[in-house]
């Protein structure tokens, strides 16, 4: 076996439609400031808490991104895993993500389209959605 395919998550012909997976996470104040750095967005309502507390959600809250990239978390290392490529992804953004909330990000695959594979995407906090949303990816077939 190559190390290609050792190191390579699902292929095609491994994938079902039905199948899914998940990632949990704890937001802290270091993610915060370490996404806000990365990305560029230093929006005061996510790093200024005198600014967020006159803001609707009245307290600093996370970048809607922090939580969709816990979808990139799950594509990328889990399924399909290494070796797919994303393609596309729509979000609706629902609720606010705040320091100490956990994240629950959960895909499930809804279609295999030839190379192509459709995911449903949600992010949870407890029992309220924060993000829900759909998703394209390509996958290789075994070599």
């Known amino acids: 076996m190559s190390d290609y395919e050792k190191l390579h ?6 994938l079902s439609v039905g199948m899914s997976d998940t990632f949990a996470k704890t937001v ?5 400031l370490m996404f ?6 230093t929006n005061p309502v996510h790093l200024n808490a005198e600014f967020a507390a006159e803001t609707m959600f009245k307290e600093r809250i ?5 939580s969709a990239s816990f979808l990139s978390t799950i594509f990328g290392t889990r399924l399909p895993g290494p070796g797919a ?3 596309s992804q729509n979000l609706v953004f629902k609720a606010p993500v705040c320091i100490g909330d956990t994240v629950v990000a ?3 695959l809804r279609e295999i389209n030839g190379r192509r594979v459709s995911f449903d995407c949600e992010c949870r906090v407890g029992d309220t959605i924060v993000l829900q949303g759909d998703a394209m990816l390509m996958v290789s077939k075994r070599p």
């Open 36 to 41: 806000a750095g990365v990305s560029g967005d």
């Open 106 to 108: 959960e895909v499930t």
């Open 85 to 87: 490529i994303y393609m």
């Open 9 to 14: 998550g699902y292929f095609l012909e491994d």
């Open 62 to 66: 996370a970048h809607g991104m922090l």
């Open 28 to 32: 802290t104040e270091a993610d915060i």
